[in-house]
């Protein structure tokens, strides 16, 4: 691919050098060996939160217009968690329409990482997850914890 | 009688022209002279003779800022080292200046060009080249730092701390005549005149010519009762630099300083009695002066203006020469080869600070926005295809789509040139590369951009509304790479490849701009051709083509082809004859009129033009396409005319 997407491109490729040498704690990004803009993501459930001890598997994606378009990201990990829904989309501004040109994979990870410390019942994709965890967020905790030991553990 | 005293001070006889506005009684009483004083004042500022300063002197300062580099730094408002620098809204190269410089400034001084309130309201400074400053001249930044920390503190009434501030700052700095200024200030708010004087002088010294000095100096010195030198000091200010709106006041003031101790002391040496001056703390006020002793006095007055201006003014342009010239040989000396590195800059350092927060390369062509962050100019704009806000503060940046202007921050682009010349001319390479890659076009295959909607025909106009992102890339790619050049194929998505295998090379006749940044393109259609391959680039697709042509008319069937052309075109006409005239309007506004037919001998690769005008009509007004592009074959597109204008009369009840 060349073109005016080969400044892009340059972009991706330090960016993704950058993600190698200096990785984010807790999260490991490789780039996909036949595709450089396809990304194998694990993320450590963060320590405190009902994730922890879990590495969730996520696939994110940069579309052909990134960075101006946001990167397209996935749960591949089943979690329970109130702004992640079945399919593993997440709620997330910062992938929609908080978006922004000047934002990098490695905010984008670690945004994540920050959702999964601080749910957000209130602006939720999982309706009834949302439900269960304004409801009853002692519960909602401890099936959260019974799904990451149960899908989670590597 | 007003004319003649603005002649009298024409010709510098001040004495005359002060008794002229006065009445001709032989006594005079001070009231009645101090009463004039303001409309004489004004009449002297306005009337008595400019000096000829040499315009070279003013130029001086904006060379005078010692450091390599310094001269792209320094402001061409004040002609120093940028303090807040902020980028303006001008159409080609956007000039810089400091904050200070441009306050409710409507226009740049530089390019005359005027700047949007839009953008001139809640500015900010430059970031990039901010940081290029911090980095390149860090004592002169922590002068600055200091300096500003004084003028808040002034502002907050602890002159003492204030006094501190610019202390330090002149421990790194002792040349730099507006610390001295702001400290004088300091010092004379604390009434300690002695020092506040001795940071006059300094600041006369370092800037002979600068009116600052001199005002400070005559606050300084009426207040010490030296009214001789304040008089003095006030009318060096007044012929150096009238503009200066104090100077009126502080003229006037000094004047009835003047007038009101001569008179005293000529009254008291008159009376001699103590009854008089020991009466009140303002002895003289009804008093009363003779003539003759008032013109005396004047005779002084105008003895010290005279003197003032032939001897003073000369040695402080001498002065300002020798410091000029000082200062000149200064920079020189640091100046030796000036594409050198300023001292200690490294160029990888430089290039982190030059690197576009976007596509992560050396700013190509930056534009600074007024919120302060610089884009390369092609990254800008792609940003605004999306969202018209900044990426890194979500500042509007919609005055970009509504002026269409983006004027390369000139400070930037200079200061790239001049110290990272080769990573400069790699990254104008790159771009170029770029630039020409977008459409390749030769005989044999191309690589061109595709729009995909609907088919376009060679010859006939094809008319766009673009308001997708990627499409609003393309067309400015397009007009930037100025091949003018797309493809357009029209979709096929629900069968197949998402867009035809053959399509027309479009050529963009007028692009029109609306303020929210979508375009109307006028287009014309060029040759057809056929996809060999399918690409992506930048979110909208691409292909490698090839141009097709008719198949070439064995003489043998020329005539019967011609027959064929004939009755098909005969058809055609007879059939868009029988239109309603509002219809057959529509057709001639959009299309023209059905071109005449040619005699087969002489046909373009794309065949008889009339052909595409009844494709391209039908297809547009009556939302039907007959299938004729992809056909090379003119009996072929012959026949498909005949079959469809004989059998269907689908096409002809437009107006229901």
């Known amino acids: 691919m060349d073109g005016a997407g080969a400044g892009l491109s340059k972009r991706i490729i330090k960016e993704t050098q950058r993600l190698l040498q200096e990785p984010v704690v807790g999260i490991d990004a490789i780039p996909d060996e036949h595709n450089a803009r396809y990304f194998h993501v694990a993320v450590a459930g963060p320590e405190g939160s009902p994730f922890e001890g879990g590495v969730f598997k996520l696939e994110l994606f940069l579309p052909e217009e990134y960075p101006m378009s946001a990167p397209k990201v996935r749960f591949m990990t089943k979690i329970y968690h109130p702004n992640i829904d079945r399919l593993g989309r997440i709620c997330l501004d910062i992938l929609k329409d908080k978006w922004s040109p000047a934002l990098q994979i490695r905010t984008v990870l670690l945004s994540i990482q920050a959702l999964l410390s601080a749910p957000n019942p209130d602006d939720p994709l999982d309706n009834q997850v949302a439900e269960q965890w304004k409801v009853n967020e002692a519960l909602a905790v401890s099936t959260a914890r019974e799904w990451t030991k149960q899908y989670a553990k590597q | ?656």
């Open chain 2, 1 to 656: 009688m007003d004319k003649s005293q603005e002649d009298l001070l024409k010709r510098e006889r001040v004495v005359d022209a002060f008794l002229h506005a006065l009445p001709t009684t032989e006594t005079l009483k001070l009231s009645q002279i101090t009463n004039m004083l303001d409309a004489f004042v004004y009449r002297f500022i306005s009337y008595y003779p400019t000096l000829h300063v040499p315009a070279m002197l003013n130029e001086v300062y904006r060379t005078s800022v010692d450091g390599s580099g310094a001269d792209i730094f320094t402001c061409g408002s004040c002609g120093q080292l940028f303090e807040d620098p902020v980028t303006l809204f001008c159409p080609d190269d956007s000039h810089t200046f400091c904050k200070n410089c441009v306050k409710d400034a409507h226009r740049c001084t530089t390019c005359g060009s005027s700047v949007p309130i839009e953008f001139s309201s809640g500015i900010s400074p430059s970031l990039t080249i901010q940081a290029l400053l911090d980095y390149v001249f860090p004592r002169k930044m922590k002068c600055y730092e200091n300096r500003k920390q004084g003028n808040r503190l002034i502002k907050n009434g602890d002159f003492r701390g204030a006094i501190g501030k610019y202390t330090e700052a002149i421990e790194h700095d002792g040349n730099s005549a507006v610390l001295f200024s702001n400290r004088c200030q300091a010092y004379t708010l604390l009434e300690d005149y002695t020092s506040a004087l001795s940071d006059a002088d300094r600041t006369i010294a370092l800037r002979p010519l600068w009116s600052k000095g001199h005002y400070r100096r005559a606050i300084i010195l009426s207040r010490m009762d030296n009214v001789q030198a304040a008089l003095e000091s006030t009318l060096l200010l007044m012929l150096l630099d009238r503009t200066v709106m104090a100077t009126r006041d502080l003229l006037k003031d000094q004047f009835r300083r003047f007038l009101t101790k001569e008179i005293g002391i000529r009254l008291n040496a008159e009376v001699e009695s103590s009854s008089e001056s020991a009466r009140g703390s303002d002895p003289s006020a009804e008093a009363e002066v003779s003539r003759q002793d008032l013109t005396t006095i004047l005779q002084r007055l105008e003895n010290t203006v005279h003197s003032t201006k032939t001897s003073m003014v000369g040695k402080i342009i001498e002065e300002a020469e020798n410091s000029a010239e000082k200062q000149i040989a200064a920079s020189k000396s640091s100046h030796t080869d000036s594409n050198e590195l300023p001292a200690g800059a490294s160029p990888e350092k430089l290039e982190e600070l030059l690197t576009c927060t976007l596509c992560y390369r050396l700013l190509y062509r930056p534009i600074t926005p007024n919120c302060g962050h610089s884009f390369c100019g092609v990254c800008l704009q792609r940003v605004l295809d999306f969202k018209p806000s900044c990426p890194q503060c979500r500042h509007d940046l919609s005055i970009y789509l509504a002026y269409r202007q983006f004027g390369v921050s000139e400070v930037l682009q200079k200061f790239i040139a001049r110290y990272l010349p080769t990573q400069l001319v790699e990254r104008t390479t790159v771009h170029q590369t770029e630039m020409q890659s977008l459409s390749k076009i030769t005989e044999e295959e191309m690589e061109v951009a595709i729009f995909v909607l609907n088919a376009a025909y060679p010859g006939m106009p094809f008319s766009l509304h673009v308001f997708e992102p990627r499409y609003r890339l393309m067309m400015r790619q397009a007009m930037e790479s100025g091949s003018r050049i797309f493809g357009m194929c029209e979709y096929t998505g629900s069968r197949g490849e998402t867009f035809a295998d053959i399509g027309t090379m479009l050529y963009i006749n007028h692009l029109e701009h609306t303020e929210d940044g979508r375009c109307f393109v006028s287009a014309i259609g060029q040759r057809r051709f056929k996809v060999l391959s399918r690409g992506m680039r930048d979110g909208y697709h691409t292909a490698v083509v090839k141009y097709i042509e008719d198949d070439p008319i064995p003489a043998e069937e020329l005539d019967d082809l011609e027959r064929l052309q004939e009755s098909a075109y005969v058809l055609v006409r007879a059939r868009f004859g029988s239109l309603s005239p509002s219809s057959l309007e529509a057709v001639s506004d959009n299309f023209g009129p059905l071109p005449p037919k040619p005699s087969l001998t002489d046909c373009s690769p794309d065949g008889p033009s009339w052909i595409w005008w009844v494709a391209a009509v039908v297809s547009t007004l009556f939302s039907t396409s007959i299938p004729l592009l992809a056909k090379t074959n003119l009996r072929n597109r012959l026949q498909t005319i005949l079959r469809v204008f004989r059998h269907s009369a689908l096409a002809f009840q437009p107006d229901e």
